[in-house]
């Protein structure tokens, strides 16, 4: 009974870290500030040159996502965007946008803000899953 009790928790602490999707990642916001969310994936994936410009009355912003690892990568990138008191500017209007990387692959991303009144960005990343 004790070794058919070992294997009914492993299979069932296999089957849970299966079905545990981890959509934490990795964000740079405007002033090139780092937040690691997931170490793993912050060892697969980087973001940098993280830049933007005023074009007209709204800002343009872009970032470098690299690969990190030989092989490919499904990932998702979103820019939201904030403004002067720190609240995001029409968030829900931002969806994420998925891309796929391939080995030690770089790839420059850009969005401009929605509205003048976006006056600083974040650019987030994570692992894509399928569903």
């Known amino acids: 009974m004790n070794k058919f009790s070992n294997y009914l928790l492993l299979t069932l602490c296999l ?3 299966a079905c545990a999707n ?7 916001n405007s002033q090139g500030e780092v937040r690691v969310d997931n170490t ?6 980087a973001v940098s040159n993280v830049i933007s410009k005023q074009a007209a009355d709204l800002i343009q912003a872009s970032a470098q996502l690299t690969s990190l690892v030989a092989s490919d990568l499904r990932i998702q990138y979103k820019f939201t ?3 002067a008191n720190g609240l995001t500017v ?13 080995g030690k692959q ?10 003048a009144t976006a006056v600083r960005f974040e650019v987030y990343v994570r692992k894509a899953f399928s569903n």
């Open 81 to 83: 965007w904030f403004d």
């Open 106 to 115: 770089q790839l420059q991303v850009a969005a401009v803000a929605p509205n």
């Open 90 to 102: 029409e968030d829900e209007a931002t969806s994420w946008k998925s891309v796929k990387l391939h």
């Open 22 to 28: 981890h959509t934490a990642g990795v964000s740079v």
């Open 15 to 17: 089957f849970l870290s």
């Open 40 to 45: 793993s994936f912050a060892r697969e994936v």
